[in-house]
């Protein structure tokens, strides 16, 4: 009899999952997920989405006669326990990219592979490993298009991973899901996120579908709009692994069969999942990408750094109604579009001058998708100090933009209600209002704009020209 243990990490998944699989071809296996903050830090919003995840994971589990062993504490004291106390042979996991999960995993194969033990990993997450995709001089590359390119041309789409044979397990001492205490206790602030997310492997399925069925055709042209349920929201379900990128790619090329099929659209979507594995790429070829700038002449930048500034943006008080908007709807929801996304965070690095790490903490701090690869990749992105084959600055007007992708200011009105009053044609700018048309008082029910927009893109491009970067920035 050969016994196994599959270690469960951002994969939390039964169908399409390549280790799961390869371990349930043994007679008993047991399913395994260590809280291990130490290595993998979990933001508040995603400690809310990893209880509900795990618990969607077990009950699978158990539909095929198997329980989730949950352990919490450092990896390898763990696992030796139960490779021990099971005479466990083989060990299966997907791979992680973050650094310091990649150290921790090193460690953890040699280990066992010294004791005599088969460490089997598997790619469970990405579409390409990214040690596999380099330019023509054997470099990886730093722009996405061409990376973006390089992939599609090794497309290599791999089999569905099946469950062959249902295994045994043993009955495992397991802690209990409520003891990691991963809810908010005193004050719920997450308690609205079930109105939005259903975390688990079925909500992942069903998202993909009413993505496909509602929203793939027309996307080309609707992502960019907040208002709109035009967006797929599987970034979460991504993150926690309970859908792989390979099933959305195939099911993307199931609709190419359509008749009404939207080549733009869907190809769009495709570079999406693009951008989420350029960052994935990038951080794995440079673990610095979320504490050094990309571009090192950006170490010179002056931040300021005011904190009270900074508390503004986060509880979307900037006096900017897009820029409130997103902020709240991300502590509402977990989840912010991503145009406001880089509408906030440009308003943060260029129009307040606070440097993009913070933004990025807090980001990841209050996003139930927060990548540290993405996160880390778009915020150096919209800083300027990222991998970006632009040669000029892209700064964000906020009541621009507001305008252009929010146009009859319905974002903006459900996410800030004290604007709800306000025409249309004075909500993303409701200061240059005549005090008579905007039923309510600027400073005391909405606050005044916190800094003039073009006198800070002014001092931006001043900035900008000190570090010895170019002054020439797109108006959008």
């Known amino acids: 009899m050969s016994n196994a243990l599959v270690w469960f990490r ?16 043994h007679d008993v296996v047991i399913p395994l997920y260590i809280l291990d903050e130490q290595v993998s830090p979990i933001g508040e919003a995603q400690r809310w989405w990893l209880h509900h995840s795990l618990t969607s994971l077990d009950n699978g589990l158990k539909k095929i006669g198997l329980n989730l062993c949950l352990r919490q504490g450092k990896a390898l004291d763990i696992l030796e326990q139960l490779v021990n106390d099971y005479k466990i042979e083989s060990i299966y996991w997907n791979r992680c990219y973050e650094p310091c999960s990649i150290t921790r995993d090193t460690i953890i194969k040699e280990f066992f592979q010294k004791s005599g033990r088969h460490v089997n990993t598997f790619n469970g997450s990405l579409l390409h490993e990214p040690w596999k995709i380099t330019n023509q001089a054997g470099q990886f590359f730093k722009v996405f298009t061409p990376y973006w390119k390089a992939c599609l041309k090794e497309p290599n789409l791999p089999n569905t991973h099946p469950i062959a044979t249902k295994p045994k397990t043993f009955v495992v001492e397991t802690e209990s899901l409520g003891s990691w205490k991963l809810l908010p206790e005193k004050l719920n602030w997450a308690d609205g996120f079930k109105n939005y997310w259903q975390p688990g492997e079925a909500g ?125 709807e991300l502590w509402h929801t977990g989840y912010m579009h991503n145009r406001v996304r880089m509408i906030t965070a440009s308003f943060l690095t260029k129009d307040l001058f606070i440097d993009w790490r913070l933004g990025a903490n807090w980001f990841l701090d209050t996003l139930v998708d927060a990548d ?57 700018k409701p200061w240059m209002a005549p005090r008579n048309k905007l039923g309510l008082v600027l400073g005391k029910e909405y606050p005044e704009p916190m800094v003039d927009h073009l006198e800070a893109r002014k001092q931006a491009l001043l900035y900008y020209k000190m570090i010895g970067k170019s002054q020439h920035e797109t108006k959008d």
């Open 10 to 25: 951002q994969d939390l998944r039964l169908s399409d999952n390549p280790a799961f699989a390869k371990a349930c071809n």
């Open 372 to 428: 540290l690869a993405s996160n880390s990749a778009s915020w150096q992105w919209v800083a300027g100090c990222g991998a970006d084959a632009a040669p000029y600055f892209r700064i964000f007007n906020p009541v621009l933009q507001g305008e252009k992708f929010d146009p009859d200011g319905s974002y903006v009105k459900r996410w800030v209600p004290e604007l709800k009053s306000v025409p249309v044609q004075w909500v993303h």
């Open 204 to 328: 992942a399925s069903k998202k993909l579908a009413h993505f496909i069925d509602n929203n793939l055709k027309g996307y080309n042209t609707s992502r960019d709009e907040p208002s709109k349920d035009s967006t797929s929201k599987l970034s979460p379900h991504l993150h926690f692994g309970e859908i792989s990128p390979w099933q959305i790619w195939r099911a993307v090329e199931t609709v190419k069969f359509n008749k009404n099929y939207d080549t733009k659209s869907a190809d769009r979507f495709l570079a999406e999942i693009g951008w989420r594995e350029f960052s994935y790429y990038l951080l794995y070829h440079m673990p610095s990408l979320p504490t050094n700038n990309f571009k090192p002449n950006f170490d010179r930048f002056p931040w300021k750094n005011n904190p009270v500034f900074l508390k503004r943006w986060q509880e979307g008080k900037t006096g900017y109604p897009i820029v409130d908007a997103g902020m709240r």
